[in-house]
Nanobody, 124 residues
Framework: QVQLVESGGGSVQAGGSLRLSCAAS????????MGWFRQDPGKEREFVAG????????DYTDSVKGRFTISRDNAKNTVYLQMNRLKPEDTAVYYC?????????????????WGQGTQVTVSS
C-alpha cells in the first residue's frame, strides 16, 4: 500500500512559478513510476507529467513541455513538479499517482494509488 500526500499548491499570477511536492509512504517508493495529473471541474483528468522509478524516463503532455519539470528524490520518497511560466489554463486540481513501472506511464487507468490533490490557481 502506498499513501500519497501532495503539497505546494496555491494562487499565482500568470508567468509565476510553483513547485508541487508529493510525499509517499512505504519503503518501496523507488519501485514506482510517479505521475502528475490535473483536473478541472467538468473535465476529464489529464496527464501532465510522469517519471520512471530511476528518474531517467520522463514524459510530458505537450502543453507543459519546456515549462514544467518532473523530478524525484528516492531518498526522501518524494516527487516534485516544478511549474514555471504558469498560464491561466494551468488552473486545476493537481494529483500525484503511483504505479509499479520502470518507465513513465501516461494513462491514468494504469495507476494504482492516488493522492487527494492540491489546488493550483493561475490568474491573468
Amino acid at each position: 500500500q502506498v499513501q500519497l500526500v501532495e503539497s505546494g499548491g496555491g494562487s499565482v499570477q500568470a508567468g509565476g512559478s510553483l513547485r508541487l511536492s508529493c510525499a509517499a509512504s512505504g519503503r518501496t517508493f523507488s519501485s514506482y513510476a510517479m505521475g502528475w495529473f490535473r483536473q478541472d471541474p467538468g473535465k476529464e483528468r489529464e496527464f501532465v507529467a510522469g517519471i520512471g522509478w530511476s528518474g531517467v524516463s520522463t514524459d510530458y503532455t505537450d502543453s507543459v513541455k519546456g515549462r514544467f519539470t518532473i523530478s524525484r528524490d528516492n531518498a526522501k520518497n518524494t516527487v516534485y513538479l516544478q511549474m514555471n511560466r504558469l498560464k491561466p489554463e494551468d488552473t486545476a486540481v493537481y494529483y500525484c499517482a503511483a504505479v509499479r513501472s520502470a518507465v513513465a506511464v501516461t494513462m491514468s487507468r494504469e495507476y494504482d494509488y492516488w493522492g487527494q490533490g492540491t489546488q493550483v490557481t493561475v490568474s491573468s
